[in-house]
């Protein structure tokens, strides 16, 4: 009997001293809250000038680079036509910041003007890669879906119903093939050719696991442009891209491009990952040694919370001044701003400022055969 009374006991002042702790905590919390700033001091301005919660060591977003939700014709054609096909786009694989401005064409102009402004960027081979750079959302797999032997038919035949005046064609990484998918490209590339003549080509290549031939193999296949992106400088390559590319790889396959008789060469950078200006520079005088012919900058922007963060937001007046560098180094056509990709409104940029002869003159020469392309478009237009 006496130990149930010594345990009653022991809880009863278990329960004591519990409550005890509730009423000095509720206490200290009201004091608390009764120290702190009144409706007067925020309406007086005297509080502090803002609370911030979540991560503070990424940079915040600026406006210039916030962009509206995608509507219009143009973009709800193309969205249907690509589902309706089972085709993807590095547009929406990539979560580009783009693709209503892109897909869209521009704003206020008629149905046909739509048709030739707007530009889509077909993804081949599938939606998976088989790398994993570090700044980009496209999904990974050592081993991806089979190619679809349908898909070089179905992508000239969307081609052919949009008439578009220029398209680009990307590509995952596919490691797991032979010949790392430059058949399969090169057959695309000759059907679009094929049905919808009229249409520029412009293909985002990879580097096909360093095959030289396989680069060789993409270059004849008819296509009027041949991009593979340097991404960012020789010191963060091993950083921001998978292990398996290269600086200097990529370096060979554009070099290799050109010895293959392709007329226009085009590689894109991204800025905001850490590059010193040093190293920027040094990456364009690497390019021009190569003839590298025109070259986008874009800001990099991180497109989940597991990709490597945003060093910096790149202001646009100092994407401003590194077009007006690389125009000065040789580069035929330079495309340089925020919101810049690879293949942003390449269309525009490349046709309206290469095609027609708006580039660097002591250049125009080396692209008279494309003069004659863009005379084409314009007609077929």
Known sequence: ????????????????????????????????????????????????????????????????????????????????????????????????????DCWGGSKGATHEENKRAATATIMLMGDTCTRGCRFCAVKTSRTPPPLDPHEPEHTAEA????????????????????????HHLAETVRKIKQKAPQTLVEVLTGDFGGSLPHVGL??????????????????????????????????????????????????????????????????????????????????????????????????PAEFDRWKQVAEDLGFLYVASGPLVRSSYKAGEYFIENVLRGKGNKKKVQQVSALDALSTEASSAA
């Not at 809880?11 to 919390?29: E, H, Q």
């Not at 990952?273 to 800001?299: C, H, N, P, S, Y």
């Open 159 to 182: 081609i052919s119903r949009w008439g578009l005046g220029y398209i680009v064609l990307t590509t995952v990484d596919r490691d797991d093939l032979a010949d790392s998918g430059a």
């Open 218 to 315: 993409v270059a004849k296949s008819g296509l009027d442009v041949f991009a593979h992106n340097l991404e960012t400088v020789e010191a963060l390559t091993p950083f921001v891209r998978d292990r398996r590319a290269s600086f200097r790889r990529t370096l060979q396959v554009l070099e290799h491009a050109k010895k293959e008789g392709v007329r226009v060469t085009k590689t894109s950078i991204m800025l905001g990952l850490g590059e010193t200006e040093d190293q920027l520079m040094d990456a364009l005088r690497e390019l021009r040694k190569i003839d590298v012919d025109v070259v986008t900058f874009g800001q990099y922007m991180r497109p989940t919370k597991r990709h490597m963060k945003v060093e910096r937001y790149v202001e």
């Open 1 to 100: 009997m006496s130990v149930l009374r010594q345990s009653s006991r022991k809880l009863l002042n278990v329960g004591r001293s519990s409550r005890s702790l509730a009423t000095s905590s509720s206490s200290t919390f009201s004091q608390q809250l009764a120290d702190g700033p009144s409706l007067d001091d925020f309406i007086a301005g005297d509080a502090p000038e803002r609370v911030v919660l979540g991560n503070t060591k990424q940079p915040r977003l600026p406006a210039h680079l916030k962009t509206k939700i995608p509507t219009g014709a143009s973009y709800n054609k193309i969205k249907s036509d690509l589902r309706g096909l089972g085709l993807h786009t590095v547009c929406e694989e990539a979560r580009c910041p783009n693709i209503g």
